[in-house]
């Protein structure tokens, strides 16, 4: 029960967990967003165009009394991660740290099994590796509460989603990438396979609850239109039908396979076909008589991925960068034997300069646990509104209802504020690779080399102004001297992973800074 300082409080926080009005309908949380551009090759080969990368992420409330921290809210991780007061290093310190022992119901947990941490027990670790970062924490068990209003008070009220969670409270993290990063940690929304431990998994929590949090284990993804005024949201106990075109009508349900889906941790549902100029691909055909491709949504992830073998099969379907730049359809499988046409026009997966163009397909590699399956993120999710549906097991998925009222886009601000940017001295043009690896940052090279040079902008200005080119031409005539420590004795200089995010993050209006993190799907967790 949450302790404050007066009574009142403490029957209000009494009456909106344990009443018979404890139980939420419907929560809408506003996600604050950053855009991050980041570059990538042109399809033509002829230079490198700007992609956008979006974490969307809320405030949540932990413990008794609660302290408040900014997690994104990703399909595609398993745990709820935080950084605690144990952590020193600079990524925690720049970030809210969670307290144990200034909340009165923290209890902390020794193995992932949810065993309780007792006087002399020994207690396991978790480190999970994102990108080139990594942390490392251990088990702690509390309550969480989510709210609509995200005031500034820390007051939880009636109406507010409560629920006792097991997350990871971080105890060592890596400078690169986390502390530019503006949120604290991650809100994990996938299913059990990503997840530390079954009580770690918030959506097994959820089904669990028996109806005692929310009405129906649901939640739902609005994402916004990059370039309309509106902002983007989860809602938990059920779905906003006036988010989707042509309301209920308009939501076709996806069946997923439970125990596949939760054995892998992605919500998964399945796909009989691509098409493209109304022609089949065959993307799926096996020796099966049943063929179908797996599908996996994610909204923590901006890129469309799949099998590189597939991949390049769509793109050479598509033609490369030939205007008209074909439509491409996705045919799913619903409910009940029907299909659902997911379909992506040219604005929705390509940018174009010209006679050049950047796609937002990226062939992976899976592990052979994960098997030859496919990624919808941001690109599709923006366009169609998502609800997941941890009760029937399915996924539903309409045409998102966008207001036609546009913002500045992203790319515009970016290019606008590159434009503003005030001339400084000269800096000696070096790179100082002994900082880089006492930060336990790769070398500039590597820096360089993964696309990380525009993406964190201050790393690259103080120690890479070299390997990241953005010397002046004052600064190329200065003499160039170059740290002790080269790159191929600090960081494994093997070619980048096949999924690498980068870019320059920049605010998005009434949304805060931050930057996305680098994301892999070699990775257990993504």
Not at 107 to 121: F, H, K, M, N, Y
Not at 145 to 160: K, M
Not at 294 to 306: C, E, H, I, R, Y
Request: contains cysteine; hydrophobic residues 35%; aromatic residues 8%.
């Amino acid at each position: 029960m949450l302790r404050c300082w007066c009574m009142a409080l403490v029957a209000l926080d009494r009456a909106s967990i344990d009443g018979a009005d404890a139980v939420t309908e419907l929560l809408t949380l506003p996600l604050q967003e950053y855009v991050s551009l980041f570059d990538r090759p042109t399809h033509e080969g002829k230079g490198r165009m700007p992609l956008h990368v979006t974490e969307y992420y809320g405030k949540v409330l932990m413990g008794d009394p609660p302290q408040e921290f900014g997690l994104v809210f990703d399909t595609g991780s398993g745990n709820i991660v935080l950084p605690t007061i144990k952590c020193g290093d600079e990524a925690c310190e720049d970030h809210h740290r969670f307290s144990s022992s200034a909340s009165h119901s923290a209890i902390q947990v020794a193995l992932e099994d949810g065993t309780v941490l007792a006087p002399g027990d020994e207690r396991d670790t978790t480190t999970i590796t994102y990108g080139t970062g990594k942390l490392t924490g251990e088990y702690i068990r509390d309550r969480m509460c989510l709210r609509s209003d995200q005031a500034n008070d820390r007051i939880v009220r009636p109406g507010d989603m409560c629920i006792q969670v097991d997350f990871l409270g971080v105890t060592q993290e890596s400078r690169f990438p986390f502390s530019e990063l503006p949120f604290d940690g991650i809100f994990g929304l996938g299913l059990g396979g990503l997840s530390a431990g079954p009580s770690f998994n918030f959506v097994s929590r959820l089904v669990a609850s028996n109806e005692s949090v929310v009405r129906k284990p649901v939640f739902a993804f609005f994402l916004r239109n990059l370039n309309a005024d509106e902002d983007s949201e989860i809602t938990f106990g059920g779905y906003k039908p006036d988010r989707v075109t042509g309301g209920d009508s308009g939501l076709t349900w996806l069946p997923v396979p439970k125990d596949e889906a939760d054995e892998k941790g992605y919500w998964i549902v399945t796909m009989r076909d691509i098409y493209v100029r109304s022609v089949p691909l065959g993307i799926c055909n096996d020796s099966n008589s049943h063929p179908r491709c797996q599908v996996a949504m994610d909204t923590g992830t901006a890129l469309m991925m799949g099998p590189r073998h597939s991949v390049n099969q769509l793109l050479r379907a598509v033609g490369g960068c030939s205007q008209p730049i074909p439509s491409i359809r996705f045919e799913l499988d619903a409910v009940g034997g029907g299909t659902f046409s997911l379909v992506l026009d040219q604005e929705d997966f390509a940018e174009v300069q010209g006679t050049d163009c950047a796609f937002v397909f990226q062939p992976v590699d899976l592990p052979p646990n994960l098997g030859s399956m496919w990624v919808l993120g941001q690109t599709a999710l923006r366009k169609y509104y998502s609800v997941y549906d941890a009760e029937r097991w399915q996924v539903g998925i309409g045409l998102a209802r966008h207001t036609e009222t546009s913002r500045e886009s992203a790319l515009s601000q970016f290019q606008s504020s590159q434009s503003m940017q005030t001339t400084h001295a000269p800096e000696v043009c070096e790179d100082d690779n002994n900082n880089m690896v006492w930060s336990h940052l790769p070398g500039c090279k590597q820096f360089a080399s993964l696309g990380y040079c525009t993406r964190f902008s201050p790393l690259a200005h103080k120690y890479c102004r070299l390997s990241c080119d953005i010397c002046g031409a004052e600064e190329r005539g200065a003499p160039i001297k170059i740290s002790d420590a080269k790159d191929e004795d600090v960081a494994d200089s093997s070619s980048p992973a096949a999924v690498q995010v980068s870019g320059s993050g920049m605010t998005v209006s009434r949304a805060k800074r931050g930057v996305v993190k680098a994301r892999s799907l070699y990775l257990a967790e993504v």
